[in-house]
């Protein structure tokens, strides 16, 4: 069983962002760079279909610049086989489908059953790139998941939705992606740190996947055109209700309409 | 439950990647190669990142790497002019003479943070292993019970009651020939092992000053832009001249400035707040009038140990060495512990380098690390400002008329060696009714931030679910004894906000709340707690303080 991840790094999330001089990218400086945390959920639930399988590697596939690798490594310091990096300087700025494609020229060289991703990287917020991968690889996609089990060439997984969760279905090889609560990633431990520190990462070219046309990058479909800090406000609320149970209740509707992260 | 656990081997491994273990680590490399041995090297930090803006005396890092220019050492400026002033309530006197301890002139401003993690790039580039993220939990000790054999790291992926998740991770027994203890100022690991081999029974207490400095962000016209002067010292308002401490205020490029206000542990005054006390001062009109259309961009809080000579341990024993900070080794008149922290783990390099090769890293063999320190610069430097804690530490006339003596009998002073109390000896009883805490400033949430705002500004972060890492022995006593008789303390010496005294909405029962997440790794709780009821020690790994400028 061949398990692709694709990883990204991205600004910890605790990092505190400015915004550069050209208005449309950030300063990256004093940026604190760590492997985007649903691609943590990624490179764990890869581990463990190989661990349930019996046989098989884990690889992980990144596309961005030579800094990456220290992301890949960390992947491999979990446990994954194999690390390869597609680097070039034009991809740290690359949109959504220049990415997409890149990686899927990639994949179309190395064998895969099945490729799992985070749901989106935290910094862009985009959630295409593993579709775009899917659609140019012609493979089924099965987002946002929270269990998998593979049986008989077929993959099985719960989404949620409103209200409650579905199961799906699909054929192998297909691409799925990462929800909180799918795993607790492991942590990495000294002596596989001590080992992955002497693994060689293996370095793609564009060229090398057979991605010549510049226009992807010099003339993206999707350009930044500004980025804006948003209004800090670190007001906090006080829930009301007349009962625990309504007070709950009422925190719970915050959370999810107003904070917007449950 | 016996856990199971890997182990893994050093020839020398470093505890906390400060700037002194990794001069060390670097200076082991150089002798390593010159004596054409291989030596495993490892230096864990409990930090998730290598690494506050500080003036450094440059004279240990030329001896370390001499060409550091063109290693692109990140230096911020070089102190143009010094500044010292006395601060009244309202108004600020330059001191016409600068002590000469505190003569800054040619010195480099640098982050610290920078600075460290581009020591550790050196590092690791000659081999180096570095592990951010690890955290000594325990010393290990070899079979004698003295012998030190290495350290034990923190268990990762436990729950908040202490139980294993699915994830959970043992911590492993690093071993090594020898382990060199660089935690910096109250070093949990090195305080146990201070205590458990008694190697400061002939000193006298060490003793903390607590500094919070923030980073501030200035429009591009600011008070340095045409000022010879970019590097100033304080001292009186607000503290007063009793308790040791007093505010400072660096240039840093790009129009941002390092400030910061230092308070003497040794305090009485139960009510003391280091952070309100360091908001009196940034808004005293002669700081207000340079920091004005600031914005704060970083926030952090650290103690330093400040004791000097005579509180400085026994620093060898069997398989083990202590350096910098941990060990209480700075230059307290000068207010510099960077360059004398990183010669002290240059020099016990060269110490170890030799034990190894001779094969006995004993105690007596190592105890030449402390041979090369007496006969370096650092100890005429250290041992010149012997006496100036105790006497900082002293009210009134006498605290002047015994530094004057000091400063001109280099030292020695009237009595050598002056007494010296333990910091959480001083506090006296509250006279009045405690009071609740408050938080009257007027914030404006850019320029003057509180507490909460400034741990967010500190990007501290622990995983949530996990145990407390503030254990505090006897949660009664601090209901039933500090509350009453010092009105807790805790609530208000702690920057971080991490302590909070609450009242159970049904019994009406006090109680003592915490917010370990909140906590900036100062240690000012451990030390200055009145009962030495608080312990702090490391959390999970990775998590505490993100500091990237400060
Ligand atoms: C407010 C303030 C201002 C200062 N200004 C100056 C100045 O201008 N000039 C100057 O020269 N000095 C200054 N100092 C002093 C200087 O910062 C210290 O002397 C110096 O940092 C000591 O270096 P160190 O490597 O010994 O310890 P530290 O820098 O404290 O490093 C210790 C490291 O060990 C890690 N650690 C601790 N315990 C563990 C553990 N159990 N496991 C793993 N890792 C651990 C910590 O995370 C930390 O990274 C100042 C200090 C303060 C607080």
């Known amino acids: 069983m061949n398990v692709i991840v694709l990883l990204k790094q991205v600004p910890d999330t605790e990092s505190i962002i400015e915004i550069a001089d050209d208005g449309a990218s950030i300063k990256t400086e004093d940026v604190k760079w760590v492997v985007n945390p649903y691609d943590e959920l990624a490179v764990e639930e890869a581990l463990q279909v190989v661990e349930k399988n019996g046989e098989g590697q884990v690889t992980v596939l990144s596309a961005g610049i030579k800094q990456a690798e220290t992301a890949i490594r960390s992947a491999l310091a979990m446990g994954a086989h194999e690390g390869i990096l597609i680097e070039d300087e034009r991809l740290e700025r690359a949109d959504t489908t220049a990415t997409g494609q890149v990686l899927a020229a990639a994949l179309k060289k190395i064998p895969h059953d099945l490729i799992i991703a985070g749901q989106r990287a935290v910094d862009g917020d985009n959630y295409l790139v593993p579709a775009i991968v899917a659609e140019s690889l012609d493979l089924p996609i099965l987002p946002v998941i929270i269990k998998e089990s ?74 930044v055109e500004s980025l804006q800090v948003p209004q800090k406000s670190r007001a906090g609320i006080i829930v009301e209700g007349g009962t625990p149970a309504e007070k709950a209740d009422n925190l719970l509707r915050h959370l999810r309409e107003d904070a917007q992260v449950i | 439950m016996t856990t199971e656990r890997d182990s893994i081997e050093f020839d020398a491994l470093f505890v906390g990647g400060g700037v002194s273990s990794l001069a060390g680590a670097i200076r082991l490399m150089q002798m390593a190669k010159e004596k054409a041995m291989e030596l495993e090297v490892g230096i864990i930090e409990k930090g998730s990142e290598i690494g506050s803006h500080s003036i450094m005396n440059p004279i240990a890092l030329q001896e370390l790497l001499p060409d550091y220019d063109s290693l692109n050492c990140p230096i911020e400026q070089t102190v143009r002019g010094d500044g010292f002033y006395y601060l009244t309530r309202k108004k600020a006197w330059r001191v016409p003479m600068v002590p000469r301890q505190m003569h800054n002139q040619g010195f480099l401003i640098i982050s610290l943070a920078r600075f460290a993690r581009w020591l550790g790039e050196i590092a690791e580039e000659m081999g180096v292993n570095i592990f951010p993220g690890f955290s000594g939990q325990e010393v290990l000790y070899g079979e004698d019970g003295k012998t030190v054999t290495g350290v034990r790291t923190g268990d990762n992926g436990l729950d908040a009651n202490g139980k294993a998740k699915s994830n959970f991770e043992a911590g492993i027994d690093i071993l090594a020939k020898v382990t060199v203890f660089g935690e910096g100022a109250r070093g949990n690991l090195s305080k146990s092992l201070i205590e458990k081999l008694g190697l400061s029974s002939q000193c006298l207490p060490q003793v903390y000053e607590t500094g919070i400095k923030e980073v501030i962000q200035l429009p591009e016209e600011n008070f340095f832009s045409h000022n010879p002067v970019n590097d100033i010292h304080t001292m009186g308002y607000p503290l007063g001249l009793n308790v040791p401490g007093g505010g400072f205020l660096y240039q840093m490029k790009d129009n941002r400035i390092a400030i910061g206000y230092l308070t003497g542990l040794c305090y009485e005054d139960p009510g003391i707040d ?35 000579h005579y509180t400085i341990p026994r620093l060898a024993t069997d398989g083990a060495v202590l350096i910098g900070a941990a060990a209480g080794i700075h230059n307290t008149p000068a207010l510099k512990g960077i360059h004398v922290g990183m010669k002290s783990g240059m020099l016990a390099a060269e110490a170890i380098a030799e034990a190894l090769e001779k094969k006995d890293v004993s105690g007596a063999s190592l105890e030449r690390y402390r041979r090369l320190l007496d006969d370096s610069w650092v100890h005429p430097e250290i041992y010149e400002g012997r006496n100036f804690a105790p006497a900082l530490a002293m009210k009134g006339m006498k605290k002047w008329i015994h530094l004057g003596a000091q400063y001109l009998s280099k030292g020695r002073g009237i009595i050598d060696p002056l007494p010296l109390d333990a910091d959480y000896e001083t506090l006296r009883v509250l006279n009045t009714a405690p009071t609740e805490t408050t938080d009257n400033m007027d914030y404006d949430g850019s320029l003057m931030v509180d507490k909460l705002t400034g741990v967010y500004l500190s990007k501290t972060q622990h995983r949530e679910d996990q145990p407390s ?61 009145p009962y030495q009821n608080i312990n702090w020690v490391c959390p999970e790994g990775s998590g505490g303080p993100g500091y990237t400028t400060v």
């Open chain 1, 150 to 223: 593979i049986a008989d060439g077929k993959i099985t997984c719960e989404q949620v939705i409103q209200g409650g969760t579905m199961v799906v279905e699909a054929d192998l090889p297909a691409v799925i992606t990462t929800q909180r609560g799918l795993n607790e990633p492991r942590y990495a431990s000294m002596p596989k740190i001590m080992k992955a520190k002497k693994k060689k990462i293996a370095s793609l070219s564009l060229d090398e996947i057979g991605i010549t046309d510049d226009s992807l990058f010099s003339n993206p479909k999707i350009r």
């Open chain 2, 274 to 308: 280091p952070y309100d006390l360091f908001m009196s001062f940034k808004r005293h009109p002669f700081i207000f009038d340079i920091i004005k259309g600031g914005r704060v961009v970083e926030q952090g809080a650290r103690t330093v140990s400040s004791g000097g």
């Open chain 2, 469 to 529: 890492h503030l254990i505090i022995k006897d949660p009664q006593l601090c209901i039933d004894t500090c509350y009453p008789t010092y009105g807790s303390p805790c609530t208000r010496f702690c920057p971080a906000k991490v302590y909070e005294l609450e009242t159970d909405e049904i019994t009406g029962q006090r109680q003592l709340k915490l917010n370990p997440s909140n906590c900036l790794h100062c240690k000012t709780c451990d030390i200055k707690d």
